[in-house]
């Protein structure tokens, strides 16, 4: 079961992922939400808007460019985060894009379901497997090979 989403999203893509957030309020109030700094707040904000009191709470992060990116990507390598949102915009090459890179690599190394944007984020939080007590997810081998390897 998915109960711990980090989302995050650089500042021309906020909007987006704030009417992702309101859209599918019913669904992200049993979780523990993780963001980087601004979009914490406005995320904060718009689930208690929406739900009032039921609203889940958001820990916020530094912002990505002071290191945010590199605190959520440390909660994925710990297992600490079920799933990524990050609406990342790919018109503008951004200061910071190494942290991007390094953060959607992790996710994609621990095996994490991550959305880049909506259309991908909605299949996510519409899958039965979102909210199913059974689904476990694997931790690819490769990563305890490489911790274990001889040099």
């Known amino acids: 079961m998915i109960t711990n989403i980090a989302l995050v999203a650089h500042d021309s893509r906020k909007q987006e992922l ?6 599918n309020a019913g669904s992200l109030k049993r979780c523990h939400l993780f963001c980087t700094g601004t979009t914490g707040r406005l995320v904060s904000e718009a689930l208690t808007e929406k739900l009032g009191p039921e609203a889940p709470s958001v820990v916020c992060m530094l912002s990505g460019p002071l290191g945010g990116d590199f605190e959520i990507g ?19 090459m951004q200061g910071h894009q190494n942290d991007v890179m390094g953060l959607t690599r992790l996710a994609s190394l621990y095996n994490i379901p991550f959305a880049t944007n909506r259309s991908t984020a909605d299949f996510i939080i519409s899958s039965p497997l979102y909210t199913s007590e ?3 997810r694997i931790i690819p081998a490769c990563i305890d090979s490489y911790k274990n390897r001889k040099l």
Do not use: P, Q, S, T
């Not at 704030?18 to 859209?23: A, G, H, N, S």
């Not at 390598?77 to 503008?92: H, Q, S, Y």
């Open 18 to 23: 704030l009417d992702w957030v309101r859209y």
């Open 74 to 92: 440390g909660m994925i390598a710990e297992g600490k985060i079920d799933m990524l949102v990050f609406f990342c915009d790919n018109l503008i």
């Open 134 to 136: 059974h689904y476990k």
